[in-house]
Structures are given as structure tokens and as C-alpha cells.
């Protein structure tokens, strides 16, 4: 049993599988970081010095100014704002795969292979398909050679 899930685990797909779930993880939080620190303060400060990781909605009847404090005192909070910023977050992760798996795609194309030569010709009486070495139509039953093909 041991050797068959050593035999499964080493397999090339399984190994691939990790290794992109690590480099994955390891991407996520890179764009996590960029939309946290890089995106979202220069969009806040356009939007009139708005912090979209403080802004909530407190279900309370508490009023608390952030969303610490909210959740400091127990405040049961909606946390639009990191929302956005989760929304956002996934957008660029979306994307960067689009572009990545579209590269990738694109190395991958092949030239066209050749058509595959013909499996059938036409009966020169009847104009039926038939098969290319036949030497006799099954629709209408005449003979003949290649020299009589179409």
C-alpha cells in the first residue's frame, strides 16, 4: 500500500498539482499585498481619503469610528469595504491566470497538421461515396478500375 501512494504521489501530475498550489499561495499573497498597500490608499485618497479596509456597516446600536473598534467591543459589523478590496484582489489573480494560460496556449500551438488523404471516392456512375479500394459500387452495382475513378 505504501508503495502504491509513493507510486501516486510522485507522479508527474500530482507533484505539478503541489508545486502550483505553493507557487499559488506564495502569488496570492504578492496580490494581496499590491492591492492592500500599492492600489487601494492611492484610490482612497482620489475618492476623498476613503480607507476601504475601514469601512463597514455596524449592525449595533453602537456607533464606533473603525471598524477596530467595532470589533473591539463586539459589534456584530458588515465589512463592505474589505468586500472591495477582496473583490479587487480576485480581479488581478483572474487576470494574471488569463495571461498566463493565454501565453501558454499560445506557445502551444501547433502548425496544422496535413489533411488526412481521402477514405472514399465517387462512383463515376452513379456518383456515390464509396470506399477507395472498393472495385464494385454498393449502390448501383457497376464495376470498375481506378483508371474509371473521378
Known amino acids: 500500500?505504501?508503495?502504491?501512494?509513493?507510486?501516486?504521489?510522485?507522479?508527474?501530475?500530482?507533484?505539478?498539482?503541489?508545486?502550483?498550489?505553493?507557487?499559488?499561495?506564495?502569488?496570492?499573497?504578492?496580490?494581496?499585498?499590491?492591492?492592500?498597500?500599492?492600489?487601494?490608499?492611492?484610490?482612497?485618497?482620489?475618492?476623498?481619503?476613503?480607507?476601504?479596509?475601514?469601512?463597514?456597516?455596524?449592525?449595533?446600536?453602537?456607533?464606533?469610528a473603525t471598524l477596530a473598534a467595532a470589533k473591539q467591543a463586539g459589534a456584530a459589523t458588515i465589512n463592505y469595504g474589505l468586500f472591495i478590496n477582496t473583490v479587487i484582489d480576485f480581479v488581478i489573480v483572474a487576470f494574471a491566470i488569463f495571461l498566463l494560460v493565454r501565453q501558454i496556449n499560445?506557445?502551444?500551438r501547433r502548425a496544422p497538421a496535413e489533411p488526412a488523404p481521402p477514405s472514399t471516392k465517387d462512383c463515376p456512375y452513379?456518383?456515390?461515396?464509396?470506399?477507395?479500394?472498393?472495385?464494385?459500387?454498393?449502390?448501383?452495382?457497376s464495376h470498375f478500375d481506378e483508371t474509371d475513378a473521378v
Do not use: Y
Open 1 to 64: 500500500m505504501w508503495k502504491e501512494f509513493r507510486e501516486f504521489a510522485m507522479r508527474g501530475n500530482v507533484v505539478d498539482l503541489a508545486v502550483g498550489l505553493v507557487v499559488g499561495a506564495a502569488f496570492g499573497k504578492i496580490v494581496t499585498s499590491l492591492v492592500n498597500d500599492m492600489l487601494m490608499p492611492p484610490l482612497g485618497l482620489v475618492l476623498g481619503r476613503v480607507d476601504f479596509s475601514n469601512l463597514f456597516v455596524n449592525l449595533g446600536s453602537q456607533h464606533d
Open 106 to 108: 499560445r506557445l502551444n
Open 126 to 141: 452513379c456518383v456515390t461515396a464509396i470506399p477507395i479500394a472498393a472495385t464494385r459500387c454498393r449502390a448501383c452495382t
